[in-house]
Each structure stands twice: as C-alpha cells, then as structure tokens.
C-alpha cells in the first residue's frame, strides 16, 4: 500500500487547488448554470470594478504583502547574520520559536490590545509620562494606511522565517563561512550577508513566497488589525461571497481572480527585489569594503528581534488579564478587580466551538500524519525524495491564495449537496494541515540512523514490525511535535473553516474574529485566549508523553 501514498498526497493537496480555482474562474466568467449563468461573459469584472475604493482594496492587498514580507525578511536576516552562532542568539530563538504555535487571530488581538489608544502601551506609559487622562482620538488599530496590519504580520511571520532559516543554516556549513569571512576582515554582519545569505535564501525562498501569499490574502488579520475604508480587498470579497443576494457570487469569483492576480504579480515585483538585491550586493562585494563598524546594526537588530517576540507575548498576557478582569477604567494600568464571572457566562456558548475545533484539528492531524508517513516510508523504500517537485507540490496550497480556490471549492461542493459536513470541512483542513506536518516530520525521519533498522533486519524483523518498533519509538518525540503543529494550524484556518463549513461549524477561531467587530473585550479575551491555548497544550502534550512513555527508558526519549 506504500507505493500509493504519494498518489494520495497529490490528489489531497492538488486536487481541491486545482478544481477550487476551475470553480472560481468559470463563475468569474459569468458560467454557473446553478445561478442561472448559462454564457460566459465579462460582466461580473465589470461589476467588480464599478465597485467604490475598489482600487485602492486592491493596492492596499498587493502593498501591505510586499512591505510586511521585506520587513519581516530584513528583521530575520539582520539578526541572524549579526548574532549567528552566538549565546544571544540561542536565548532569542528560544523566545521567538514558542511564538510558531500561536494562531494569526489570536496574535491579532493581541497586538492590537497592546497598541490601541486606550490599549496596554498608552496605559503604561500614562498619566505620568503622556499625562493622557483619557485615550486619544487616534485611529491606530484600522488605520487607512493599513500600517498596523503590516506591523501585525510582521511580529507573527518572523518567527516562522526564522524557524525555516535556522533548518537552512546547517546545510551550508554556516559557522565555518562565517568564521572564513571574519578571518578576510569583514565585520560580522557584512561577512554572513555577502557570503552566507545568498544560499540562505535559495534554501527559504519557497517559504518567503508563501508568506507574500499569505500576507497579501489573509482575511482574519485583516478584519481585525486592517483599515476598514475601504477594506482589504480579501476581506470584501468574503463580504460579497456570503451575502444574502446570490448574484453576488458572480462578482465575488471575479474578484477571486484579481487577488490571484494581485498575489502573482507580489511574487513577480518580488523577484525583481531578488535580482535588485542580487547585483547589489555583489557590487557591494566587489569593491572590497569590510564593514567593520556595525556594532549599532547589530544591537538595533536585536533590540527589534526581541521586540518583536515580547510584544505578541505582552499581547497573550494582555488578552488573558482583559478575559478575567472586572473594572478597568482608562488610564489605569491594571483592572481594579479581577473575576472569573466573565469566564461563567461565556462557558455556554464556549463549549460548542471548543468541542468542534478540537474534533476539525484531531481528524485532519490524524489523516496527515498518517499520509506523511506513508510518504516517508515510500521514500525510505525507493531512496527518491521527490526534489523540488514535491517541494513545489507541498507548498501549492501555501502559495495560492485561499480565497481563490476556496470560493470555487465551496461551490462545487454545493452543486454536489457536500457543503457543510464534517468529511468536507475535514478534508480541506488536511489541505492546509499536511504541508507543516510533512515539512516538520520529514527532516527527523530522514536524519534518523539507518543503522538501527539493519540491526533489527539482521535479527529476523519485517520491515513493518522495524517501524513500529524500532522507528516509532525513537522518533516519537518528532512525530508528536509534528502533530502539535498541525493541530495550531488547523486551530488558524478561519476562511476554509467559514465557507466550507457554511457557518454551521463555529469554532473558536471564527468566533473570535466574529466578536472582533464587537467592543466587548472581556469576550474577545475569553476566545482568543483559549485559542492561544489550544495550540500551547498540543505542544505540551508533544513534550511530556514520550517522557511519561518511555520514562523507564529515559535514553530514547532524547533521539
């Protein structure tokens, strides 16, 4: 049966991509029998951009994915070439990784209590430093420039590409380029930028994609840190999507097109900034400068890095305070009283979505590692990984904005009466599950001493009774952190979860952004913190059971 999985991982990952967007375009196009669209036709794009501030939804989607994704880049560079290989930057890694597991709306929330006018920073900071007695009249959280929303996505896609770097760096021998460098005279970071960063970058540049897609097309951040007038054009588009009138639909797939458009043509300005960058820095190099004096570049990178991590963390904290807190007037620092009465009328309607979340991410965790596995297995057997094919393939439903395979997803689904159920919304879970599941075991499995499965093959054991005894076992601790990934990113998935579901599955993620719009913040707090949660108990689990299963063997539990 191994011989099958990579077929089934094709058809999970590109078979719902492939004919979500064929559902997409052909409505774009004015056919969809089921809505009475018979001819194609340019209509629904005629529609989209009669649309007010339509233009301006579309530069604000391409501008907030370029500029959130070179910041987050130059942040996660310039901290890595300054203090590679130094205590610092393990004590920083070690703060910024936990940050991979906390969903995109919760750190949403987060962020955006820390920096509102009557949010965490203004009250620290007053009456005595601003002598602000009352919070200004600022528009900062949906400021129009989408300024906050670029700051959001940068705390939260940073620890992502650091992760990725720091599983690039050892397969170039980074230590030893850095130290070369040092030896020619160059300063540290000017060293690591002209001579290590560029292969780097090639090992990261699919996740870097991924992220322009992500940041150009995300819809929960959006709704709650992005600028409301107009909205993101993503955020408009689910607007149209839903609405009452199904005519909408028509324009709603055009304007899918367009985001595609836009991500596309992100990713292509993107490869123009590469080859930008490219010639200059290889300029740069070939003048012989050492650049020696950057002692500041180096402390303002690491100031901003750990900025970076305390800041979503402040958040978390502030989001917890604000879910159990009584009277907290402006400009106190702290709630006058704290309450878990908030917690008591909010556990009703908190257990229904709890329940649902948890069943989506077991069952989409369970299929993914399964099919991981599998793959795993199979490559084990024939000794070909795939190369950058399968790379591609995994990271197809990263790089393709969900809003333009979703939208025709939901109605394909629809014309086959598979809207909302538990396999569908499942399934496309699974979509979005397998690519960090793969991704996090694979690396484990492959550097996985063969050397024990030839023992146990020299005493008589079948190759199945070798992996689960033998395989199983030692890389359980890999294979329960991969799980727990999995598990967060199912947690996240807002936009799959409310089309495919239909609004029938909430979950805590959908309802949290639903409160979003709401000024209540105790119950803002409640959701997004127990959707902090989630994540971070999946973690704990991953950590203590391969101690608590093998505490009689506690040398395994280190492999």
Known sequence: MLRYSPLIALLVLAVPVLCGLAGTVLPAFGYLPALGGEDFSLLPFEELFSQTGIWRSISQSFFIGVISTALSVMLVAGFVSAWYGTRLFKKVQYLVSPLLSVPHAAAAFGFAFMIAPSGFFARLFSPWLTGWERPLDLLIVNDQLGLALIAGLVVKEVPFLLLVTLAALPQIAAIKSSHLTQSLGYGRMAGFLLSTWPSVYRQIRLPIFAVIAYASANVDMAIILGPATPYTLPVRLVGWMNDPDLKMRF???????????????????????????????????????????????????????????????????????????????FPNTLPNTLSFKNWMRALPGLSQPLITTVIIGA???????????????????TGRN????????????????????????QLLLLSVNAI????????????????????????????????????????????????????????????????????????????????????????????????????NRRIIGIYAFMQMMLPFIGFLLASTLPALIFRNRRGITGL
């Open 363 to 381: 069952a989409s965790v369970a299929i993914s590692i399964i099919i991981s596995l599998a793959c795993l297995a199979r490559e084990q057997q």
């Open 386 to 409: 795939g190369g950058n094919r399968a790379l591609l393939l995994l990271y197809l439903p990263l790089l393709v904005p969900q809003i333009g395979f979703l939208f025709g997803l």
């Open 420 to 519: 909302a159920s538990w396999t569908a919304l499942i399934l496309v879970h699974v979509v979005f599950v397998l690519p960090y599941v793969f991704l996090s075991l694979s690396a484990p499995w492959r550097a996985f001493d063969k050397r024990y499965d030839s023992i146990g093959a020299a005493l008589g054991s079948s190759n199945w009774r070798i992996f689960w005894r033998i395989r199983t076992p030692m890389l359980l601790r890999a294979i329960l952190a991969a799980c727990a990934v999995g598990f967060a990113v199912s947690i996240g998935q807002y936009l799959p979860t409310l089309l495919i579901g239909a609004g029938r599955f909430p979950t805590i993620t959908t309802e949290a952004v639903a409160l979003g719009s709401g000024g």
């Open 251 to 329: 324009m709603a797939c055009a304007g899918a097109c367009v985001q595609i458009a836009v991500t596309a043509f992100a990713l292509l300005v993107w490869i123009l900034i590469e080859r930008f960058t490219g010639a200059a820095s290889r300029s740069l190099a070939a003048k012989g400068n050492r650049y020696t004096h950057d002692w500041g570049f180096r402390v303002t990178a690491s100031v901003l890095m750990t900025a970076s991590a305390l800041i979503v963390f402040g958040g978390l904290l502030v989001l917890a305070l604000w879910s159990v807190s009584g009277l907290w007037q």
